[in-house]
């Protein structure tokens, strides 16, 4: 008597590579998608750290120093995330003064006070907040091209 394999031609694949066990058989496959053991994904929300309201005493305060691009060679600096106790005017004199440029301190309703200063001014406000005591190095995060 011939079996199904062997009557139709059909060559099963196995299980182990190529060691040979039993046939993947019709009736070890799921036949609901309820026996299907599929975990489903949760959604994953990147920001959320960052968005968290009840942040404790671990998480980490980061200023943002970033660089925008104006018309032609021209750029903004924008410095954001500084703690709210420092005067942003007498930081922002300092910055000026230092640098030889301009600059202008902006009130954003998302953001809050916003330093923007003109040039591609990210190294050194960056050494400039650092050596100022304003702000840890490892609590800078430098953005742009």
Not at 35 to 45: T, Y
Request: charged fraction near 25%; charge should be positive; aromatic fraction near 10%.
């Amino acid at each position: 008597m011939l079996n199904f394999f062997q009557w139709s031609g059909f060559t099963p694949k196995f299980r182990s590579g190529g060691k040979k066990l039993s046939p993947i058989l019709l009736s070890d496959q799921p036949r609901f998608m309820s026996e299907l053991d599929i975990q489903v994904p949760i959604p994953f929300d990147p920001f959320a750290e960052g968005n968290a309201e009840d942040s404790g005493a671990g998480s980490k305060e980061y200023v943002h120093i970033r660089v925008q691009q104006r018309n032609g060679r021209k750029s903004l600096t924008t410095v954001q995330g500084l703690k709210k106790e420092f005067s942003y005017n007498k930081i922002l004199k300092d910055l000026k003064k230092e640098f030889c440029c301009n600059g202008t301190v902006v009130q954003d309703p998302e953001l809050g006070k916003v330093i923007q200063l003109q040039g591609d001014q990210r190294k050194n406000v960056s050494s400039f907040l650092i050596q100022a005591g304003i702000v840890k190095k490892e609590n800078i995060k430098i953005h742009g091209f």
